[in-house]
């Protein structure tokens, strides 16, 4: 009854930030209460799209991609709450999940993520490893000459744009 309510509140309010809050609620209700994933997923959604700074939609929309084992939309997802975690402790968090997220996902972001943590934590003992190990993916990936190509494995043939972004990646 409580979702029929916000739903007719949603379609009947005029003001944007009312119609946002009645999104966000009726979201809860959906995945809280009702157990409706799909639903509430689209009410978090709609509000990331009118709201893409939203910490609320984004972080109810983490745990509801987490379920569903939806790689993509966590990063996507992480990606929000990255840039816009209310403290340090909150950034670090949400990089630490956007790195493991994108090892599996896309492993340049990884990489990023684990550079970012370094620059904010530079005594993690996870983070250093995490990028060392991230250095050795790229320094397995240079050619005898001791230059990168868009290949792998390295098959000895180099090219400057792809040399130039591993020198800059490391």
């Keep these: 009854e409580q979702a029929a309510v916000l739903e007719r509140f949603v379609e009947a309010a005029e003001d944007e930030n009312e119609q946002l809050a009645a999104r966000l609620d009726l979201g809860t ?31 109810a929309l983490r745990a509801l991609y987490t379920d569903a084992n939806d790689q993509q939309g966590l990063l996507r997802v992480l990606e929000v709450l990255v840039d816009y975690s209310p403290d340090l402790e909150s950034r670090l968090e949400m990089l630490r999940a956007l790195g493991q997220v994108a090892g599996e996902v896309r492993k340049e972001r990884a990489f990023d993520a684990y550079r970012q943590l370094f620059e904010l934590s530079p ?3 996870e983070v250093r490893s995490a990028l060392e190990a991230a250095v050795g993916v790229i320094d397995a990936a240079r050619n005898p000459g001791a230059a990168w190509r868009y ?6 043939d180099n090219d400057t744009s792809v040399t130039g972004w591993m020198v800059f990646a490391l």
Aim: proline share 8%; net charge neutral.
């Design 123 to 125: 005594a993690d003992a």
């Design 29 to 59: 209700v959906y995945a809280q209460f009702l157990g409706a994933t799909d639903k509430a997923r689209a009410c978090f959604e709609q509000v990331l799209k009118k709201r893409p700074t939203d910490f609320h939609a984004a972080s």
């Design 151 to 156: 290949d792998w494995p390295p098959i000895g």
